[in-house]
């Protein structure tokens, strides 16, 4: 691909579109705004709310955890819409392991004192007697070959879960104690499949108390997990596909994501219904539209057990076609009420991975000012949704999200009635007029991976989500 043709989309994006451009002034008669306009209306004239509110009403009438026939229930009526608009369909099944507690139950005796622990989830059941021995954060490279045959104390920090439990597994261990390093909780910590030891988790204070004592001498304990350990489950991605005419086929992809799946116990209504609601009106929209790249749908399950399925497709992906990705756009938690209060965009706020803009913000910035939302959306740096793995593979990726979170955030409340139309639709016409601006016919095809450096004015901000 030349260079003169990533030039003149960036021109499209930058100048023909300027956020401070006549359309978004509201002006009228500069024929470059109105040409702008005039694309933008073939997609956004169509984006009904209301359809994306009725779509995150059915499918937050019950919790979609991933693996659940909630999830399945809810795949298969996004599989069946895609279908019904007319795009070649998939559902792709991967299998990860979850955590169960059936009756757990954990008990810790030491000399004749009881605690009572936490057992961490996914802790694999199993009993054991044997000394005690304090590993501090259980670093790799600092823990002590007499771990081995041994039950590690360890303290919570710096590290995750999984690598401490591996590092002292690695060296041995029988069982592990983990204790925290702040407050007075003991519910924390999660163990990983293949890490068959009992895992426990007791407070700060009895963390330190058993440290001090084992400066005294040896101490043996009686560990013992029942009810907990790991389960093969399988979740589902949801695949549309629409070729360009194959007589106008520039080879490049195009991705639009959001998640199905949601918290146990949560319906999900704004995570990520709201996301799921936008890319099948959007996949309504533009069916049969004629357009010269590749129109990927997507929806993935099992991001909440840490964008697996994200990660697995983007696993599935050959270098080639990974190559002809050229964005991913990908929205989670676009409709909430109560999120992004007092902040300019209503709220909205496109994350990237590494913090720096790329194809998919410049273009979303500029079309924030043309669209319903009428002002340029900034950008900030978070990963936690599944923009990851495509950034990974070196495509421009951003997360559109209503940031700081609303209180419901992976909660029960989550529920339909917190749920903002406008905001759906302001988010789902940026999202849109962006993709069609590199997917209809006249555009030139763009360069892979070069980012259009942002004559759109839009800015960075610090914005931490909390939660
Ligand atoms: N919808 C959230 C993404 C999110 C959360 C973005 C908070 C910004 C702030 C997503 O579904 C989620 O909850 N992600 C997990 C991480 C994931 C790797 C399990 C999270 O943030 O805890
Ligand atoms: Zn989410």
Do not use: C
Request: charged letters at 20%; hydrophobic letters at 35%.
């Amino acid at each position: 691909m030349s260079k003169k043709k990533a030039m003149s989309l960036l021109l499209t994006a930058g100048l023909v579109f300027s956020v401070q451009g006549a359309y978004a002034q509201g002006k009228e008669g500069v024929p470059n705004s109105q040409a702008a306009a005039a694309f933008d209306n073939k997609i956004i004239k169509k984006i009904n709310s209301d359809h994306m509110y009725n779509t995150v009403a059915l499918l937050s009438e019950q919790p979609r955890a991933a693996g659940t026939d909630g999830e399945l229930k809810g795949a298969m009526y996004i599989k069946g819409q895609f279908e019904k608009y007319g795009y070649q369909t998939e559902l792709q099944p991967f299998k990860f392991y979850d955590a169960v507690r059936k009756n757990v139950s954990g008990t810790l005796e030491i000399g004749n004192k009881s605690f009572h622990p936490y057992v961490v989830s996914g802790s694999y059941s199993d009993e054991v007697t044997a000394e005690v021995i304090h590993v501090g954060k259980a670093i790799a490279g600092t823990v002590p070959d007499a771990v081995s045959g041994k039950i590690a104390l360890i303290e919570r920090g710096d590290i995750s879960f999984l690598e401490k439990i591996q590092n002292v597994l690695n060296k041995g261990a029988v069982g592990v104690i983990m204790y925290n390093n702040s407050g007075t909780s003991n519910t924390f910590g999660q163990a990983g499949y293949g890490q068959n030891i009992p895992v426990v988790a007791i407070t700060k204070d009895q963390g330190l108390t058993l440290v001090e004592q084992l400066k005294a001498g040896t101490k043996t304990a009686h560990l013992k997990v029942t009810g907990s350990g790991m389960e093969e489950k399988t979740s589902y991605n949801v695949i549309a596909k629409m070729k360009p005419h194959k007589n106008k086929d520039t080879g490049q992809i195009v991705m639009i994501g959001a998640h199905h799946d949601s918290v146990p116990g949560g319906p999900g209504a704004n995570d990520d219904a709201s996301g799921v609601s936008a890319v099948l009106e959007l996949a309504r929209v533009m069916a049969n539209m004629p357009t010269d790249t590749e129109l990927r749908f997507v929806t993935f399950g099992a991001e909440e057990k840490g964008l697996l399925g994200s990660y697995h497709y983007a696993g599935t992906l050959s270098d080639e076609e990974a190559d002809r990705m050229v964005a991913h756009f990908q929205m989670d938690m676009i409709g909430s009420k109560d999120a992004g209060g007092g902040h300019k965009a209503n709220g909205l706020i496109m994350y990237t991975i590494d913090g720096k803009k790329n194809l998919v913000t410049d273009l979303a910035a500029a079309a924030g000012a043309r669209t319903a939302l009428g002002e340029a959306v900034p950008y900030g740096q978070l990963g936690r949704s599944d923009h990851q793995p495509f950034h990974e593979l070196g495509i421009p990726a951003a997360l559109f999200i209503h940031s700081p979170l609303e209180p419901w955030y992976h909660t029960p409340a989550d529920t339909i009635d917190k749920i903002d139309k406008n905001k759906l639709q302001e988010t789902a016409e940026i999202v849109g007029a962006s993709v069609y601006q590199i997917v209809r016919p006249d555009t030139p095809a763009l360069e892979h991976s070069r980012v259009a450096p942002g004559p759109v004015d839009y800015d960075f901000e610090n914005r931490p989500p909390g939660a």
